[in-house]
């Protein structure tokens, strides 16, 4: 059997004269936790709904576990669950009907649907009862509950398009352990992020930016192919000299400059550049080794192209 669940060829998607996707490709293997990341408009949530059969390219070609377009998508839905960005239960009609309402679009056998709930009940932890009103949940719980309501049918690829926007760092941590608990049952999980520190905790991370797939790999491997020398935290003690920076800015060798708060990161090419830059330091600063995050890979790959 192949361990591949999710291969996609040149995927496309116009909408009039506006391509919205263009020209992805890349594959998911099974069990992975496989992360898009990109600024707002990148094509992330795009990309996703073409996959879970929700759109209909415009041109390439995918499989998901093993299925294609062929039929216009609707062999695909029966194997995937999506989690949108925007809640999509209820508020005003309890737990159980909210579940109860997506197992019938789902057309489960009730037996099957109530087995499935006691699942992912004991899954993520859920013990409120269902006679509970959804708009007094937390954000987080709701979040939680949302994620059963899209696996009630047992699909083999979840989708989860930010699914911890708005809630708190706690709720966040969570969910992200909920996560690798879905991901050790042997399902794929695909989640798009804004948070770097979430996207650390994918096996793999395609970065988008204007509807294209920029880069590919791990963390470790985005961080090392970004910057392949020396970076540095400069901290000035108080507001950065303008002059220094702009000589800086035209040093042989400097890959990256950039603020973080009150300091600043600055990559090389290798060290030789980065002695020969920092030569002139002013008095009184500092000068410290780091290692690169994905923020600085974010800075570097996005928001460099658009400096």
């Known amino acids: 059997m192949s361990s591949c669940a999710l291969e996609v060829k040149g995927l496309s998607i116009k909408f009039g004269d506006f391509t919205a996707v263009d020209h992805v490709s890349f594959s998911v293997d099974k069990g992975e936790i496989f992360g898009f990341l990109g600024a707002n408009g990148a094509g992330k949530t795009t990309t996703i709904r073409m996959l879970c059969g929700l759109l209909v390219p415009s041109s390439g070609s995918a499989t998901v576990g093993g299925l294609d377009f062929s039929d216009g998508g609707r062999a ?20 159980g009907e909210n579940l109860d309402f997506a197992a019938g679009l789902r057309k489960l056998d009730p ?6 709930r006691k699942e992912l009940f004991d ?8 006679s509970t009103m959804v708009r007094s949940l937390p954000g987080g719980i709701k979040q939680e509950l949302a994620l059963a309501a899209a696996m009630l049918h047992d699909p083999e690829l979840v989708f989860l398009d930010e699914p911890t926007s ?9 969910f992200w352990a909920l996560i690798r608990k879905v991901t050790a049952l042997g399902k794929t999980v695909i989640v798009t992020t804004h948070y770097m520190d979430e996207a650390e905790q994918c096996g793999r991370i395609a970065l988008m930016r204007t509807g294209r797939l920029i880069a590919l790999g791990s963390p470790d491997e985005l961080k090392a192919s970004a910057f392949p020398g020396p970076m540095v935290e400069l901290d000035f003690k108080g507001p950065a000299p303008a002059e220094f920076l702009r000589g800086l800015q035209k040093a042989p060798g400097l890959l990256e400059l950039s603020p973080h708060g009150m300091r600043w990161h600055a990559a090389f090419s290798d060290v030789a550049a980065l002695e020969a830059a920092l030569a002139g330091l002013p008095r009184g600063a500092a000068r410290d080794p780091i290692k690169p995050s994905l923020e600085d890979v974010f800075i570097r790959l996005v928001e460099g192209k658009e400096r």
């Open 166 to 174: 708005g809630v708190a760092p706690a709720a966040r941590a969570r």
């Open 111 to 116: 037996a099957y649907a109530a087995k499935r």
């Open 123 to 130: 899954l993520t932890g859920f013990d409120r009862p269902l």
């Open 76 to 95: 695909i839905k029966g194997i995937v669950g999506y989690m949108s960005q925007k809640f999509t239960l209820y508020n005003d009609l309890t737990v």
